[in-house]
């Protein structure tokens, strides 16, 4: 069974650039999550999908960030402008049955 | 709102030495708890998980861990470590919602190092 699919592995940009990030989550699973995680520290949940619709976004830095998964498959995390704050892995993560399993994550740096 | 804590930044252990690992969380409601494993630009990996029952679970790799109430813990353990066990552990809490389960809450993670 393929594992969650993310790209690009790394990125690296200027503040104040755009970036965008997808991730293909393991087939049939329908609860796909997006996680930070800032050096040191463990991943922080900014949102999660339940199909194509979103559960939970309290903590995703909606002036800055913005989330789709519009056929309730793929996703994509976008940041617009960048800040040097927001330098870390965003992780993604798929769910069948109560238990998420993540993808290697996209490693960005903001300089 | 709910939390995790590890306790321990950095544990060091030598081969064959057995191994603890400690986990404190909060939460209101029933928790189900993780555990995952990272090692060096890689992802999350799955070591075990407990939703209810035996609160004594086995994972993989010879990892266990033991879920207590009353002490509101959920600490992983290993016999006899060996090198490849070096990584980065994170313990992680969650719960079911009226809409399903929502994301988990990790704590910050312990860098096991492991001597020869």
């Known amino acids: 069974e393929a594992g969650v699919a993310q790209s690009p592995r790394y990125k690296i940009i200027e503040k104040r650039q755009s970036v965008a990030f997808w991730c293909n989550p393991i087939?049939?699973?329908?609860?796909l999550y997006w996680y930070q995680q800032i050096l040191g520290q463990g991943p922080k949940l900014l949102i999660q999908?339940?199909?194509?619709?979103?559960?939970?976004d309290s903590q995703l830095p909606k002036d800055r960030f913005s989330a789709e998964r519009l056929k309730g498959v793929d996703s994509t995390l976008k940041i617009q402008p960048a800040k040097l704050e927001d330098s870390a892995v965003y992780l993604c993560?798929?769910?069948?049955?109560?238990?998420?399993?993540f993808g290697p994550g996209t490693r960005l740096t903001v300089l | 709102a709910q939390s995790v804590t590890q306790p321990d930044i950095h544990i060091t252990v030598s081969e064959g030495a057995s191994l603890e690992l400690r986990c404190n969380y909060s939460y209101g409601a029933t928790p189900y708890l993780f555990w995952y494993v990272q090692s060096p630009g890689q992802g999350l990996q799955l070591l075990l998980k407990?939703?209810?029952?035996?609160?004594l679970v086995q994972g993989i790799k010879g990892f266990e861990a033991e879920f207590k109430r009353s002490q509101s813990s959920f600490n992983l353990r290993k016999p006899s470590v060996h090198w490849s066990d070096a990584a980065e552990y994170f313990c992680?809490?969650?719960?079911?919602?009226?809409?399903?389960?929502?994301?988990?809450?990790f704590g910050k993670g312990t860098h096991l190092i492991i001597q020869p």
């Open positions: 999908f339940q199909n194509n619709g979103v559960v939970d």
């Open positions: 407990y939703f209810s029952g035996d609160t």
């Open positions: 992680a809490v969650g719960a079911l919602t009226g809409g399903g389960a929502d994301g988990l809450t």
């Open positions: 087939s049939g699973h329908a609860t």
């Open positions: 993560a798929s769910s069948l049955n109560l238990v998420p399993f």
